[in-house]
């Protein structure tokens, strides 16, 4: 398996834009989580969902960020309008029937919002 | 929730000296804890899961102790390589329930030095 894929890696956007980043699980995990870290804060779980259902949004900064998981291999985190304090790393990472304890990353989209 | 607590400073060692980093805790004691590594650029990987029965686990190099009256895991790499500089982030359940939803700590730079 290839491994939880996000993209794009680098993301480089001007404030007020609409800023989409993508991520494909390891197939057959159930759980997606989207992260994001930066120094202040580290890491902080933003959403996630089981079987495509978002379970858990309390993370979600405001209601700029939304997350949509239209089937078991494909999920978008969006912000719109982008802001300068947005930029950060934002991992997405899946887990499974049998690990469910054990989450496995992605490499991460690096967001910079001028 | 958990607050997890990690020593914010980098840990400097000499190649082929045992490396020792801190996780300690707050509340509840968690029914399990892992320890991540992560590489600049890169997301976390996990390395080890403990659970609150076991008092050590060991995997290769890598040593872990879990201790829930001092509320503290400790993690041990010995025989230390340059190859080992991370940052190494111990991770417990966000609530007492059996959640598989984690709460990550800072983290603990580690730089072995040749």
């Known amino acids: 398996d290839a491994g939880v894929i996000q993209s794009p890696r680098h993301e480089v956007t001007e404030m007020g834009q609409e800023v989409t980043l993508r991520c494909k699980p390891i197939?057959?995990?159930?759980?997606l989580f989207w992260y994001r870290q930066t120094m202040m804060r580290g890491l902080e779980l933003l959403i996630y969902?089981?079987?495509?259902?978002?379970?858990?949004d309390s993370g979600m900064p405001e209601d700029r960020f939304s997350a949509k998981m239209p089937n078991a291999s494909f999920s978008t985190l969006k912000i719109q309008p982008s802001e300068p304090r947005d930029s950060a790393v934002y991992f997405c990472?899946?887990?499974?029937?049998?690990?469910?304890?054990?989450?496995?990353f992605g490499p991460g989209t690096r967001l910079l919002v001028l | 929730s958990q607050k997890i607590e990690q020593n914010s400073e980098a840990l400097n060692i000499q190649e082929g000296k045992t490396a020792t980093l801190t996780c300690n805790y707050t509340?509840?004691?968690?029914?399990?804890l892992q320890w991540y590594r992560q590489d600049p650029g890169r997301g976390p990987v996990f390395l080890l899961l403990?659970?609150?029965?076991?008092k050590e686990k060991r995997k290769e190099r890598l040593k872990v102790t879990f201790d829930t009256t001092l509320k503290q895991s400790l993690f041990h790499i010995t025989a230390s390589q340059p190859a080992d500089s991370a940052t190494y982030l111990c991770?417990?359940?966000?609530?007492?329930?059996?959640?598989?939803?984690?709460?990550f700590g800072r983290g603990t730079s580690l730089i072995v030095h040749p």
């Open positions: 969902f089981n079987n495509n259902v978002p379970i858990d």
């Open positions: 509340n509840y004691s968690p029914a399990y």
């Open positions: 197939s057959g995990h159930d759980y």
């Open positions: 403990i659970r609150e029965n076991e």
């Open positions: 990472a899946s887990s499974g029937v049998g690990t469910q304890e054990t989450q496995y």
């Open positions: 991770a417990l359940p966000q609530d007492p329930g059996g959640s598989y939803i984690p709460t």
